[in-house]
């Protein structure tokens, strides 16, 4: 274990059983702040991101509509009570063990997800992540604009942010690992020295079988 350097986890359906793009206009429309309409919606972006086809201009716009015009407090309570309300309880036991003991032996984590940073912060701070990278939102004047800043942290476009924290730690993705668990992580998979399919689905898992990667089955 001493020869990884950095240990990288996906999110959704790697670290928690949900996914918080869907969990969250679920939320929103229990809260009357979301019409019935967009569940239908969510569910059709995520068939697209679980196909790896995902047209990320119009998810993006889809789902940061709430955010526009909100104030950064408005968001960060409704993002906790989501967390707390929905989330706390999908955690895999099995992933927070396993993350414990890498702190305990004092390994560097870092959680990375296509998940806006607002939604996302909540997670990385319940497991205690040292670092976390997530799509982040653009601000202005205190408030949401409904736009990311910077590059869309997922899939392939996770590698740059993971070779900056390695920059930082003096170190490659060679000597990194990387945990995920959907045919959309697969470009990340191949960048790391030590990946790991997690729940894997029928392709990924094929995948993972034919590379001889890590296979791992967290409850």
């Known amino acids: 274990m001493s020869e990884i350097k950095i240990h990288f986890w996906d999110m959704d359906h790697t670290v928690i059983d949900n996914d918080c793009d869907v969990s969250w206009k679920s939320f929103l429309i229990s809260r009357n702040l979301a019409t019935d309409a967009v569940r239908e919606q969510a569910a059709y972006f995520w068939e697209q991101y679980a196909a790896g086809t995902l047209d990320q201009d119009a998810f993006i716009r889809f789902q940061l509509t709430e955010f526009a015009g909100k104030s950064i407090r408005e968001m960060q309570d409704l993002a906790d009570a989501h967390f707390d309300e929905v989330v706390r309880q999908t955690i895999y036991a099995d992933a927070r063990r396993m993350i414990a003991d890498l702190h305990q032996s004092g390994a560097t984590t870092c959680m990375i997800t296509a998940t806006n940073g607002v939604l996302a ?30 590059e869309y942290c997922g899939g392939a476009g996770k590698v740059s942010y993971m070779q900056t924290l390695c920059e930082r730690y003096d170190t490659t993705l060679a000597a990194c690992r990387y945990f995920g668990d959907s045919v959309v992580d697969i470009p990340v998979l191949e960048a790391v020295g030590y990946p790991v399919a997690v729940n894997p689905g029928p392709e990924l898992r094929a995948h993972a079988e034919q590379r001889q990667w890590t296979i791992m089955a967290f409850e």
């Not at 701070?125 to 800043?149: C, N, P, S, Y």
């Open 121 to 150: 912060e909540p997670v990385a701070k319940a497991l205690d992540f040292q670092h976390r990278f997530a799509t982040e939102l653009e601000i202005v004047d205190g408030r949401f604009t409904g736009r990311i800043v910077g």
